[in-house]
């Protein structure tokens, strides 16, 4: 079982640069994507149903804005829609699907980026989104693998200038505190499981000052694995050489 997130930054545009090529070569098994950036038209996802999927899209409210879809091969057994909290599911941060024995839960974070507002935004969301994932731990939700592109760096080594973005946005005290807490309740980091403490490698870079080519990026994107499902990881790590994005996939093998 191969499960991929990708955050496409804008899925019309990854298709434009090839996108269903490699998904045909990679054949994942699921397929999280987000900030999809749906316009006031509806996304064409016909190139994915003929290669064999099965689609499911949360796009947002605003055109060209965030929004999260899930291809999978398997039909799932349930499909939940956004977490139920409006300021939320309007920007299309959360699909989950359920298959027998476990759930894969897509998520796009808020980037905090744009100012103070959207960092406290951001802040209020992460807290919000441990509850939820909480209330679903509790409930009869099959064990969850939860991929998306999480906005948030973990420790020094998962940027390549820790100490210039003490205080940036996706690597404050308070980010790295949340993330250190939502593993204690029972994740797996499925990259760091595989690779233990390597270094340089991220999973996005600023457009700006070829960054992606001299390699100063962000591992941004997660695939967090419930604690019963770790003994089933065969592999995890990220593509860094498949450029639809300024994000390259994560992947794990279940």
Not at 8 to 15: D, I, P
Not at 152 to 173: E, H
Not at 179 to 203: C, E, I, K, P, V
Not at 214 to 221: E, I, K, Y
Request: glycine share 8%; with cysteine; charged share 20%.
């Amino acid at each position: 079982m191969n499960i991929i997130t990708y955050n496409v930054n804008g899925l019309r545009s990854a298709l434009s640069k090839g996108l269903l090529n490699w998904v045909a070569q990679a054949q994942p098994d699921v397929l999280c994507l987000q900030e999809i950036k749906a316009g006031r038209e509806a996304l064409n996802v016909a190139g994915f149903t003929d290669l064999g999927y099965h689609a499911y899209l949360h796009p947002a409210e605003k055109p060209g804005y965030s929004g999260v879809a899930t291809f999978t091969k398997t039909l799932p057994n349930n499909v939940a829609v956004g977490c139920g909290t409006a300021d939320y599911d309007s920007e299309g941060r959360v699909l989950r699907l359920d298959f027998d024995d476990f759930s894969v839960l897509n998520t796009y974070m808020p980037s905090g980026t744009s100012g103070p507002e959207r960092q406290a935004f951001k802040v209020e969301w992460l807290h919000f989104f441990r509850r939820y994932v909480r209330e679903l731990q509790a409930a009869s939700v099959p064990p969850l693998i939860i991929g998306g592109d999480f906005n948030c760096c973990q420790t020094d080594i998962d940027l390549y200038n820790p100490k210039a973005n003490q205080q940036s946005p996706g690597f404050t005290p308070e980010e790295r505190q949340w993330f250190r807490d939502f593993l204690a309740d029972g994740f797996t980091d499925s990259f760091r499981h595989h690779h233990g403490s390597a270094t340089g490698q991220y999973s996005w870079w600023t457009y700006r000052a070829g960054a992606r080519a001299r390699n100063v990026g962000w591992r941004l994107d997660h695939l967090l694995v419930d604690k019963q499902l770790e003994p089933r990881i065969l592999e995890a790590g990220l593509l860094p050489d498949v450029v639809h994005s300024d994000h390259c996939p994560a992947f794990v093998v279940l």
